[in-house]
């Protein structure tokens, strides 16, 4: 009998303690959904006339102003979901706005980079539903303790 037979299952410390695997896991993936949020915000900022006439191309009304929506959009959600800021609204608009871009940008089912892109968008939607639906995890600024109740006795 070896000298660790005695040894039971609740003795050993559990490295890979699930709750911070999943909390790492949300934290990761609020990062990688954030990044072409924030990536596609700021190439609007950097070439604004090219973004313009590419919403026009697609036949939308109001280029300036979708230029500007799309950027808010873009920016400040996906900062907000990096740190875990209002998580499932923020998810909610992205997912939305996710859909909305690729209705009406990548509707063009027809050609194969526009498929791609529509399901991409789909997809992104999804990814975003789930975190809808978990919020931030553990690694988030939801996750705050609420404020100390201050005592007036």
């Known amino acids: 009998m070896s ?39 700021l190439s609007k900022l950097a070439a604004p006339a090219a973004t313009i006439g590419y919403i026009t191309s697609a036949g939308l009304p109001f280029a300036p ?22 998580t499932r609204f923020v998810a ?18 027809a050609d194969q980079g526009q498929f791609i892109h529509f399901f991409k968008n789909i997809a992104m939607a999804g990814g975003l539903l789930q975190v809808v ?8 600024l939801d996750a705050r303790p609420p404020a100390a109740q201050s005592y007036r006795n």
């Open 3 to 41: 000298q660790y037979a005695s040894v039971s299952q609740s003795d050993i410390p559990d490295r890979f303690d699930s709750s911070v695997s999943l909390a790492v896991a949300s934290l990761v993936g609020r990062v990688l959904l954030s990044a072409i949020y924030l990536i596609s915000g």
């Open 65 to 86: 102003l979708g230029l500007a929506i799309a950027v808010v959009v873009e920016i400040l959600g996906g900062a907000a979901l990096i740190v875990g800021y209002r």
């Open 92 to 109: 909610a608009v992205l997912a939305v706005f996710t859909v909305a871009t690729a209705l009406g940008f990548h509707s063009n089912l």
């Open 133 to 140: 639906a978990f919020g931030a995890g553990r690694f988030g």
